[in-house]
């Protein structure tokens, strides 16, 4: 079992709205959970990062809040534009040594249509 | 892509023949790994180097070797390429003076396997 879930697998919504990605993760200890968007045919690319500590964390229409104690995080989108169509990776982290392991999620797909 | 380039693009390949994957990066950062995706998958970690001739392997490293004899270079080789290594490989570098080791990926190298 993949010690990082998200849901749903795959998200259709109209341009406008707003959407809410899952993310639960059984890694533990962890140093940060990060949020990447990843543009098809692209690199992933970085949206947010949370360590432990923290429980929420804005970047533009983006807002990912962390619960760690239920081991949730949440990646929120805020009217949504049809750029916003990707697929959306949840990172859990772990520092060991001078190094990070980092966990990746399958990831959700999102389509924004007109 | 945080001046991360992979060569080649794209490449198609037949069964048997090695393959080397090339990730040059123009930001000095200590450490840099070798990841593939894969559909049903998220990013798995294939070998990671945490500076010049210092590898280590990841959680699918079977089939794969890499070296890194300068700071900015690290290859990928496949030695004998089999159908299960159909993938898209991605580059990503890091360092430890980056707040949360923060990963920034190459644009990504589309391998197939005939």
């Known amino acids: 079992k993949n010690q990082v879930e998200q849901s749903p697998q795959s998200l259709i919504i109209l341009e406008g709205k707003n959407c809410t990605l899952q993310?639960?993760?059984?890694?533990?200890?962890?140093?940060?959970l990060r949020w990447y968007k990843q543009d098809t045919g692209r690199g992933p690319v970085s949206l947010t990062i949370m360590t432990f500590s923290e429980n929420t964390k804005s970047n533009g229409r983006y807002t990912a809040t962390l619960d760690a104690d239920t081991k949730q995080s949440s990646l929120h989108i805020t009217a949504s534009q049809l750029s916003d169509s990707a697929s959306y990776i949840c990172?859990?982290?772990?520092?060991?040594?001078?190094?990070?392991?980092?966990?990746f999620g399958i990831g959700t797909k999102l389509q924004v249509i007109p | 892509d945080a001046g991360i380039t992979q060569s080649p693009r794209h490449k198609v390949t037949e069964t048997g023949t090695p393959v080397t994957l090339r990730c040059h990066q123009t930001e000095n950062h200590r450490y840099m790994y070798w990841y593939r995706q894969d559909p049903g998958h998220g990013l798995r970690l294939i070998h990671y180097s945490y500076g010049v001739k210092d590898t280590d392997k990841g959680e699918v490293s079977d089939g794969y070797s890499v070296s890194r004899s300068k700071t900015e270079d690290f290859l990928l080789t496949l030695e004998s390429a089999t159908s299960s290594q159909t993938s898209v490989y991605f580059c990503?570098?890091?360092?430890?003076?980056?707040?949360?080791?923060?990963?920034?990926f190459g644009p990504g190298t589309r391998l197939t396997v005939t």
């Open positions: 990503a570098i890091s360092d430890p003076d980056l707040s949360n080791y923060e990963q920034y």
């Open positions: 993310c639960n993760y059984t890694v533990s200890p962890f140093s940060n």
């Open positions: 990172v859990v982290s772990q520092t060991r040594g001078g190094y990070q392991k980092v966990t």
